[in-house]
């Protein structure tokens, strides 16, 4: 049985991903209703938008401790905004809580290897929850959804 099949089975949902040429993988997702580009990120503890992009994903945010790091830039200030609803393929999941930190140096570093900027970055804390997994051969990403069971 193959991975597809086999996951299929376990109630995984097949979400394509497209290789950059930095080497990095591109996912779409929607946050608050609207689609966006993101760079799928293992290494980054939280999902995160630019600055630039509160107002596009109708974001609301307050004050946070947490400090940014990231594409050569450190302890770059953030903000959090919770309660907010993503999906991704047939996945959602609401009240996510997203930081908010300036992208530019991210998009810097993507459009000077002549990739395109994104929106934000899918971190570890939203691939963990969906239990996601990622075939690097086959360009995409398998998220958990979850299943109503009859009582």
């Not at 938008?49 to 400090?67: E, M, N, P, R, Y």
Request: charged share 25%; glycine share 8%; hydrophobic share 40%.
């Amino acid at each position: 049985m193959g991975l597809k099949k086999f996951l299929k089975k376990k109630n995984y949902i097949k979400v394509p991903l497209v290789l950059t040429a930095t080497n990095h993988f591109e996912v779409a997702a929607t946050i608050n209703g609207i689609t966006g580009r993101f760079i799928l990120d293992t290494g980054a503890s939280n999902t995160c938008v630019g600055f630039d992009k509160i107002d596009l994903f109708q974001l609301t945010s307050k004050a946070s401790k947490i400090k940014a790091a990231g594409a050569g830039a450190t302890n770059m200030d953030t903000l959090i905004s919770t309660k907010n609803e993503i999906a991704i393929g047939d996945w959602k999941k609401g009240k996510l809580k997203i930081v908010l930190f300036d992208l530019v140096h991210v998009n810097e570093a993507l459009t000077a290897h002549k990739a395109l900027p994104v929106d934000g970055i899918i971190g570890a804390d939203l691939l963990k929850k969906t239990k996601a997994i990622i075939d690097y051969n086959k360009c995409c990403l398998y998220l958990k959804v979850k299943t109503k069971k009859s009582k």
